[in-house]
């Protein structure tokens, strides 16, 4: 039988994947054995090696979020999953979900929690500031919300969220504290028991320094005492924590088909986690402060402001830095691009407005650091510098 199209000639060529030094806004660049846990033979999804594998994901992401949650896995999909498997198990049609916006994450949460039916209410600061614990319990005591949503790490605009005393707060106004931490957890002490916060979820390919694929997440006695009583359905299947849960063992009964896990990405995951643990938290937290430290200390030298002028609203992960009147902040990426380092460029509100310097999990070292405000200085010269006939001098 003759096919009806022939095979595209692309794919008779090798795969080429050049090194880069990826200082974006992620993913970040993994170590040596994560990427080679993500070759290692496959297994299928409920052999008794590969549960205990999952097993060994699940006490490591308890260990990362500071957690004793036993309804705590790794959902297959990058961190929007995470966003969505927690709104969509959360959220009952006309329930009012509170959202945090100061950049494009409180934006992306408000679209998902529109979509499930959800009355979104939100509270807003401009790009580069964070919420009080005033400006939340005004919001609060306004919209009487059953869900609050803020991001830890809003990396959008550089902006590290306080999270303590914000879950007892929402605990006091029978809210349920949802928080992202996407772009923070491993770089930011995060403290999800002692913090009292409801739902967290982070993804795999910033601090921990995995390939994109994997979203960890963790449900509090609170949040599963509300999917416990949900008088309607989840409305995702594949995001359904019921199921999730028995398929990660987090229940007493026998595991169940659920879907099949990304082998690979969850051997990944396993070694990116081990790394974490190995390291240590408290020393995680202050390799990436000391990075984030010397990243700003080198932009001044260079006249460059972060976004963020409150010092204690600056993320550690990654740093918006200001595009100076008249410089041209695309030819400034394209030219560190040429250089094999990724520097970004704003999102949404922030686009056009700012750089994004990630120093994220392998990427937070003095070398590193030094690396990219190297290639940032050399880029804004190149970008900056009289044009000729001939092209730039
Ligand atoms: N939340 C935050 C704070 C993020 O920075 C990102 C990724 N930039 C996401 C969610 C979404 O993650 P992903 O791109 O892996 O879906």
Request: with cysteine; aromatic share 8%; hydrophobic share 40%.
């Given at each position: 039988?003759?096919?009806?199209?022939?095979?595209?000639?692309?794919?008779?060529?090798?795969?080429?994947?050049?090194?880069?030094?990826?200082?974006?806004?992620?993913?970040?660049?993994?170590?040596?054995?994560?990427?080679?846990?993500?070759?290692?033979?496959?297994?299928?999804?409920?052999?008794?090696?590969?549960?205990?594998?999952?097993?060994?994901?699940?006490?490591?992401?308890?260990?990362?979020?500071?957690?004793?949650?036993?309804?705590?896995?790794?959902?297959?999909?990058?961190?929007?999953?995470?966003?969505?498997?927690?709104?969509?198990?959360?959220?009952?049609?006309?329930?009012?979900?509170?959202?945090?916006?100061?950049?494009?994450?409180g934006e992306r949460a408000a679209d998902m929690a529109n979509r499930q039916g959800a009355d979104v209410q939100t509270v807003t600061k401009v790009a580069g500031e964070n919420f009080s614990l005033a400006d939340i319990e005004a919001a609060l005591l306004q919209h009487k919300p059953a869900v609050l949503f803020?991001?830890?790490?809003?990396?959008?605009?550089?902006?590290?969220?306080?999270?303590?005393?914000?879950?007892?707060?929402?605990?006091?106004?029978?809210?349920?504290?949802?928080?992202?931490?996407?772009?923070?957890?491993?770089?930011?002490?995060?403290?999800?028991?002692?913090?009292?916060v409801d739902v967290v979820y982070t993804g795999s390919q910033k601090v921990l320094g995995a390939p994109p694929g994997t979203a960890p997440i963790s449900f509090g006695p609170r949040a599963v005492a509300k999917?416990?009583?949900?008088?309607?359905?989840?409305?995702?299947?594949?995001?359904?924590?019921?199921?999730?849960?028995?398929?990660?063992?987090?229940?007493?009964?026998?595991?169940?088909?659920?879907?099949?896990?990304?082998?690979?990405?969850?051997?990944?995951?396993?070694?990116?986690?081990?790394?974490?643990?190995?390291?240590?938290?408290?020393?995680?937290?202050?390799r990436h402060r000391q990075s984030r430290d010397r990243l700003i200390s080198g932009l001044a030298k260079l006249n460059l402001k972060p976004l963020a002028s409150e010092p204690a609203a600056r993320l550690t992960c990654i740093t918006a830095i200001q595009v100076p009147d008249g410089v041209d902040w695309k030819s400034v990426t394209t030219h560190a691009m040429s250089m094999r380092v990724e520097i970004a460029g704003g999102l949404g509100p922030t686009a056009g407005r700012i750089w994004r310097v990630g120093l994220m999990g392998q990427n937070a070292t003095d070398e590193r650091v030094d690396r990219v405000l190297e290639v940032l200085a050399e880029s804004i010269k190149s970008a900056t510098a009289p044009v000729t006939v001939m092209g730039r001098l």
């Open positions: 039988m003759a096919v009806d199209y022939q095979p595209p000639q692309c794919l008779s060529r090798p795969i080429e994947v050049p090194s880069k030094l990826l200082m974006g806004a992620g993913p970040s660049n993994a170590a040596e054995n994560v990427l080679k846990a993500g070759s290692l033979p496959l297994l299928g999804h409920l052999h008794t090696e590969f549960t205990q594998i999952m097993d060994d994901v699940k006490q490591g992401i308890q260990y990362a979020f500071q957690t004793t949650n036993t309804l705590t896995l790794a959902i297959s999909g990058t961190g929007h999953a995470g966003m969505e498997a927690a709104l969509c198990n959360l959220i009952e049609r006309n329930d009012v979900v509170l959202i945090g916006i100061n950049g494009i994450w803020l991001a830890q790490g809003e990396s959008s605009t550089g902006v590290v969220q306080p999270i303590e005393g914000f879950g007892a707060l929402c605990t006091k106004h029978n809210c349920l504290l949802l928080v992202d931490t996407v772009a923070s957890l491993g770089g930011e002490p995060f403290y999800m028991d002692r913090w009292q999917i416990a009583g949900r008088k309607t359905p989840i409305s995702s299947f594949y995001f359904d924590m019921n199921w999730l849960g028995n398929y990660w063992g987090c229940d007493s009964q026998p595991r169940k088909y659920h879907h099949t896990a990304p082998i690979s990405s969850i051997y990944a995951l396993r070694e990116a986690l081990a790394l974490l643990a190995n390291e240590g938290l408290e020393n995680s937290w202050n």
